[in-house]
């Protein structure tokens, strides 16, 4: 795989945007959909003009990166308008994440919400299983330790004890727990797919971006028409846009921008990491901002969580390679005694 090596200052500080554009992302995104004033906009579109804006900002930089207008446009020509198979290829994550938020839709209708959150934390070990079998990565122990421990520091921090409501449709807990399942399968496979199409050859990480969000853009145009087809052709495209909103998508749009970058100098992992480490940070911003109550669950969550992130991130220690320095010691002396 073609590898590039970056200073370790470089992924901290990718990691880090990541991390505070998420939680910022997650706190306006509630703000717009549950106490901002005004009509309520389609959150379809929003995810559709955000896969377009991501496509701008990755020509953007695809520019910068060429710095000739002739180099940049030839780049545009060969490696996406001729090359319908690399289109193909960057299409598979697109298709996959449509099929993941259709299972979590049917999940949410079939399970309560405590008991999906729950399950849906599996994609966290199910993304470090994807690594090991399509990437050929090797784990520590203690690294699977600190996944599973993240996994249910997860959980805790997102746990809310259920309550007694009444259901208007029929629920049937074996369809929700099989979407759930194939929704975690789907997640951990395309963000392994992705890593491994950007590290497995040296195109330019914005001409992979720029790819994927060309099948993203129709992907998210069929998901506007399909459940918002006729509302949208009534009010408008853009209905129930504010600047807040405005912000939600400008917010979703640069997130999507760093997380490839995440996964192309680290991997999903240390995205998983970052995105967990995003809901901590959101949720103790809506303490401050919407009067969210502290608990216990969700104190303990946040610990693991810090916990499982300082471990995974210590150095893994080979024991395999502590003989060789001695065999490499003792060919080396024979050589010297061979010249003496």
Do not use: H
């Not at 780049?75 to 193909?88: A, G, N, R, T």
């Not at 970052?274 to 109550?293: K, M």
């Not at 502290?294 to 395999?320: H, M």
């Amino acid at each position: 795989m073609a590898v590039e090596n970056v200073s370790v200052v470089f992924k901290v500080y990718c990691l880090s945007v990541m991390t505070l554009v998420a939680a910022t992302y997650t706190v306006a995104l509630r703000y717009t959909r549950t106490i901002s004033s005004g009509d309520l906009y389609f959150s379809t579109t929003a995810v559709c003009i955000a896969e377009v804006i991501k496509l701008i900002l990755s020509l953007g930089m695809l520019a910068k990166e060429t710095s000739s207008i002739v180099r940049f446009k030839n780049m545009i020509v060969e490696q996406i308008i001729y090359s319908p198979k690399e289109l193909l290829k960057l299409s598979v994550p697109s298709l996959v994440y449509a099929v993941q938020n259709n299972m979590a839709f049917v999940a949410l209708s079939n399970l309560d919400a405590a008991v999906y959150q729950v399950t849906y934390q599996l994609k966290i070990p199910c993304t470090a299983l994807c690594t090991v079998l399509m990437l050929n990565r090797s784990l520590s122990r203690l690294q699977w330790f600190s996944v599973f421990m993240l996994c249910g520091g997860v959980t805790l921090v997102q746990w809310k004890p259920a309550e007694a409501t009444k259901v208007q449709i029929e629920q049937n807990p074996f369809i929700g727990f099989m979407a759930i399942a194939v929704a975690v399968l789907c997640s951990g496979f395309a963000g392994v797919y992705f890593e491994k199409v950007l590290k497995s050859s040296d195109t330019s990480l914005w001409v992979r971006n720029i790819q994927m969000y060309l099948s993203g853009i129709v992907v998210t145009l069929i998901g506007v028409f399909i459940n918002d087809g006729e509302k949208v052709m009534e009010k408008g495209f853009f209905y129930g846009y504010t600047p807040w909103v405005c912000l939600v998508v400008f917010l979703a749009s640069v997130g999507g921008l760093y997380t490839s970058i995440v996964v192309k100098y680290t991997d999903n992992i240390m995205k998983g990491f970052s995105a967990a480490a995003a809901i901590v940070l959101s949720t103790v911003a809506s303490v401050l901002l919407f009067g969210l109550q502290i608990t216990i669950t969700f104190a303990s969550g946040a610990l693991l969580v810090c916990l499982s992130i300082y471990l995974y991130g210590l150095p893994k220690q080979d024991t395999s390679k502590l003989t060789r320095p001695d065999k490499a010691t003792d060919s080396e002396l024979k050589q010297k005694l061979i010249n003496v």
